[in-house]
Every structure is written in C-alpha cells, then in structure tokens.
C-alpha cells in the first residue's frame, strides 16, 4: 500500500476503501505485486545457478497464494501433513515440496512418503525408524547448529537448547544410523529462527553446514532455512539480504568445489515474501476517551491477529479514511473479552467511529494464526493482482462455527431457538 496524492492506494490504483465497503471489515489483504517484489530480491541476490526458494506455507496458507508462488518458481516449505495437501493442492509437484516437521509421529512422516514428497529428519530416533522402513528413500537432514538467532525467543530455533533438529555435534551418530541402514542422504538443513538481523548469523550458521555436509557424499542441495528479518516500523533495519546474498554466494561456490559437485542452495523463507504484501483492514466501532487514554476499539481482536499480544510484535497502524488533518494519540483496542492491545499511544489522524484502520505486516503470521475465539468469525481475504481484487477467501458465518459439533440425543433437555 502507498500514499499518491494523499491517499491510499494498492497495486494498481485499488482503492482499500472500496475493498472494505465491498467486502466488509475486518478483511486481509494482499498484494501479489510486493509478493514478487520479494522473491526476486531473493533469487536476484543469490548468483548462482542452481537456487530452490522454498516458501514457508505456515506464514500465509490461502492456496491462491500458493499457486501464485508456484508460478513465480518457488517450491515449498511445508510443516504438518495437511501444509503438504495444500501443496500438492495448489499443484506443486511432489518433488517441489519439503516437509519439515518437528516432533511429528513416524505415521505421519509415512504418509508424507506416500506423497512422494522430500523428507526433511529432525532427530535420531525418527532417523532410525525411518531407516528401517525406507532405507531406499532420499532424506535430508536438520541440524541444529548452536546459534542464537531470532526476534524472540519464541521463535528463536537454533539454539543448544531448542528442540529442534539434530545437533551437529551427533553428526557420528548419525552417520552410523545412515551407515547401518544404507539411506541416502541428499540435503542438510538448518533453520535458526524468525527476525533475524545479522547476517553473521546465517554466515555461522552456514559454516557448520558446510562442516557437516562434507562428510554426506550423496547431497543434491544444502537448505540454510530462512528466518530474514523485514521493516515493521519505519526506523526498522532488515536483513541486508544483497550483502548475504554476495558473500553466501561466494562461500557456497567454494564449497561445491572443494566438495566436487555443484549443489543447490535452497532457502525457505516466509515472512520475507509475505509479511509486507499484506495489510489487515479493520473498522472503529467505539472511540472511549478514558481519564488517561484514548482508546479506539475495533471490529477484531486477538482472535484475528495475534502477534501484538503473542510477541509484543509491532504493527503500523493508519486511517486510511482520513489522511490529511491534526493527529491524535490512541491506544488501539480489539473487541475480545481480555486485553488485546494492538497498539499503544499511537500517532494516528483523527479517528471517527466508522473509519477504516489498516495494520501493515500483515501477511505473515496473521490469518494462519486466527482463531474462532468469542465464537467470532475469521476474517475474508483478498488479492490484489495486477490491479484487480479477487476474493479467495470468504468470511465464515455461523454454520462453519458449529459445523464440526455433535448433538447428543436425548440426554440434556434443550429447545433450540432458531437464530
Ligand atoms: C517457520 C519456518 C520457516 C519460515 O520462517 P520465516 O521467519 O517466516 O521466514 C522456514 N523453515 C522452517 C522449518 C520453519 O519452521
């Protein structure tokens, strides 16, 4: 979204204040324009040949945005067996997806080899069952490399005490699995975390795969994760993701050589690609002038976005009714029966009850972390491409809340009233 002659517009000229009258408050939407935008950063900073972006699907699932990858040539980054049905859903080939779970059962990593799709391994106990039921079967395999990155520390997943992958110092052990099992080991992996800054990080990171990755004699690719940091707020740094680029690039160039064959380099990232595609309208049902605050409350909550409360993350908010005119300070309030402050003292143009606020940043761990909570209704979504809105997501209604409920007949004495 940018402001041209004092107003908001999206790719195009799509107005959001008609999106919003056209398809009501709250609404997600998003921009394929800036989703582009992203991933040629991405694959533009890397020059190498052989480079696989695998988009990490738990930051934004709509399967229009997934074919919408797709058709920019990314694979993808999939996490739970129904993340791999969207996939191969949205038309990824099975080939094109990796899946990545963390603490999931063998029964579930079997049918992701039923699938066909590329299995990532994140400890050894997986290993070795998998070793004895597919030994035949390619996989690659997460490391956890020790290394402190991450906006906080929820999503901080690289570290000595995470619980994620296998870590490099158990690099024997699993050698002597693979060995005893005769598997085919055709990545490693690492993912460290979300929001991260220095690009040391991923530089360290990287040094260890390349350490580890040298004793693997069968590898088709080395996935160093994702986890770049963008700009939620205006003074915000990001990932200086050219300067990574150029000096991975070299780094990784050096290491095919030394290991005698050229190797994919892959990345996964997520909320690189979509954070900033997306904005989340909402509209102001109450201004409530307090003896401390003034407070605008609306039409959603932490049922609909959650990062503020969940991660103390910081979203931008504007009017996008009123751009012009004197600026007040608001604390910006959801709807939910518990505190769920999306923002507080706020610099923000005089608010009317009626108008119509956006959040920026909100792509990317928005609406796949909705909930129903206060019996509320999810959000519509809408894409914005190439100067046309499209609705790919219709807002639920009552019937989806109690959908998946069961009746039980006869034994607590009920008249229902038709609502
Ligand atoms: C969440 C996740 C990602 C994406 O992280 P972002 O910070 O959104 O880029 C990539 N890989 C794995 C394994 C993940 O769990």
Known sequence: MQIVDNKYVLEG???PLILAEKYGCPLYIYETAIIKRQYDRL???FKLKKIKINYACKALNNIEVLKYMKSLGAGLDTVSIQEVKLGLLAGFRP???IYTPNCVSIEEITLAVEMGVKINIDNLSILEQFGSLYPEYPICIRINPHIMGGGNSKISVGHIDSKFGISFHQTPHIHRIVKAHEMIVEGIHMHTGSDILDIDVFLQGAEILFQVSKEFKDLQYIDFGSGFKV???EEDIETDIEELGEQITN???????EYGRNLTLMFEP??????QSGIFLVKVNVIKQTTSTVFAGVDSGLNHLIRPMLYDAYHKIVNISKTEGRSRIYTVVGYICETDTFGTNRKITEINEGDILAFYNAGAYCFTMASNYNSRYRPAEVLVHEGRD???RRRETFDDLIQTQLELKNIFEAKAVKV
């Open 13 to 15: 000229g799509v107005d």
């Open 43 to 45: 694959t533009n900073a």
């Open 95 to 97: 080939d094109e997806i």
């Open 231 to 233: 700009p939620y707020q």
């Open 251 to 257: 780094r990784f160039k050096s290491f095919c050589a």
């Open 270 to 275: 997520g909320k690189f690609l979509v954070s």
């Open 390 to 392: 499209y609705l790919i």
